[in-house]
T-cell receptor, first 115, second 112 residues
Framework: DAGVIQSPRHEVTEMGQEVTLRCKPI?????LFWYRQTMMRGLELLIY????????DSGMPEDRFSAKMPNASFSTLKIQPSEPRDSAVYFC?????????????FGEGSRLTVL | QKEVEQDPGPLSVPEGAIVSLNCTYS??????FMWYRQYSRKGPELLMY????GNKEDGRFTAQVDKSSKYISLFIRDSQPSDSATYLC????????????FGDGTTLTVKP
């Protein structure tokens, strides 16, 4: 299995630009999570989906952030307009909702730098 | 106050040392307790998982959960340089095992 695939791995952009991060979860997994990791705040849950439906987006910091999951094999996280404080590593993770452990399988992350 | 507090570190130990990593939590609904290991510039990977209270051992790693004290620990015996990584505790409620709340992580360096 290829694991969770994220793109791009690195993104450098200027303040005000739109950023789109992409994620392909593990085939057969029906839950998908977007996390953000910074030195100051650690790993924060932004939003998660069950069966492509957004369940909890309470972690999304502002209206500038939006996430979609049009089908079981693809999700996007969009930031528009981007700001320097959005600089972080964004992780996508997937899991099988009936798993006994709730284990999350993480991608390698998208490192975003907003200048 | 955060729901999950983790000893911040960083921690530096000589090879072969016993390492203790700790987290406390405030949400009594947490039933699943996990430790993830994160190597530099990689995503976290599940290392150990425990349901409710008790101990679990896997090779050199032992996870302990004390629900009465809301305290969990990860012990690493005979630590190796390859154990150098950031360790994150994570917890989730029984009703939503996948929605984990993470500690901030403890960075461990094991020196040869």
């Amino acid at each position: 299995d290829a694991g969770v695939i994220q793109s791009p791995r690195h993104e450098v952009t200027e303040m005000g630009q739109e950023v789109t991060l992409r994620c392909k979860p593990i085939s057969g997994h029906n839950s998908l999570f977007w996390y953000r990791q910074t030195m100051m705040r650690g790993l924060e849950l932004l939003i998660y989906f069950n069966n492509n439906v957004p369940i909890d987006d309470s972690g999304m910091p502002e209206d500038r952030f939006s996430a979609k999951m049009p089908n079981a094999s693809f999700s996007t996280l969009k930031i528009q307009p981007s700001e320097p404080r959005d600089s972080a590593v964004y992780f996508c993770a997937s899991s099988f909702v009936r798993s006994n452990t709730g284990e999350l399988f993480f991608g390698e992350g998208s490192r975003l730098t907003v200048l | 106050q955060k729901e999950v507090e983790q000893d911040p570190g960083p921690l530096s130990v000589p090879e072969g040392a016993i390492v203790s990593l700790n987290c406390t939590y405030s949400n009594s609904a947490f039933q699943y307790f996990m430790w993830y290991r994160q190597y530099s510039r990689k995503g976290p990977e599940l290392l150990m998982y425990t349901y409710s209270s008790g101990n679990k051992e896997d090779g050199r790693f032992t996870a302990q959960v004390d629900k009465s004290s809301k305290y969990i620990s990860l012990f690493i015996r005979d630590s190796q340089p390859s154990d150098s990584a950031t360790y994150l505790c994570a917890m989730s409620p029984r009703t939503n095992a996948g929605k984990s709340t993470f500690g901030d992580g403890t960075t461990l360096t094991v020196k040869p």
